[in-house]
């Protein structure tokens, strides 16, 4: 099995990964952020996921600050997981890899379609410069150091 740790990466996107790269990991965000879901049923029920694999994910996002348990308004003794604002940040990520999904993945176009409610337009991310606004093509992308890299990485 592997693991879900990336010690030997000095990167943000192997720190995400280690909080939200496992398996049913998005989908479980996802539908929480979009579909409302809060309760262990819920997911389990649109989801069809094992008890114990859901158990294990929730338990981690509430850990990582992704969830926090609240009480049911209906059944104080059992807890709803509620998105945090750090877990609701990942939406532009969930977007995002729907909109490569349906590029690359639905062959019969896309099965579900993220919009604005103000205007019903479809959504889709994308990347712009902070400093000039252009939108830059893939190839010209490019990395750098960043302040937290480590010297002599």
Excluded at 29 to 37: C, E, K, L, P, V
């Amino acid at each position: 099995m592997l693991g879900r740790l990336y010690d030997n990466e000095v990167c943000s996107a192997a720190r995400a990964l280690e909080m939200v790269g496992e398996r049913w990991s998005l989908l479980i965000i996802r539908n929480a952020m979009f579909t409302g879901a809060t309760r262990f049923s819920e997911f389990q029920r649109s989801l069809r996921i094992a008890p114990n694999i859901l158990t294990s994910r929730l338990q981690r996002f509430v850990e990582a600050g992704l969830m926090e348990t609240r009480p049911q308004p209906d059944a104080p003794e059992v807890h709803e997981y509620v998105l945090t604002d750090k877990g609701l940040d990942l939406q532009p990520v969930i977007i995002a890899l729907t909109h490569w999904g349906d590029r690359w993945a639905a062959p019969d176009g896309p099965p579900i379609i993220y919009g604005h409610d103000g205007c019903g337009g479809p959504l889709r991310q994308h990347l712009t410069c902070d400093d000039c606004g252009a939108t830059p093509t893939s190839a010209e992308v490019g990395v750098r150091r960043g302040p937290g890299m480590p010297p002599g990485r």
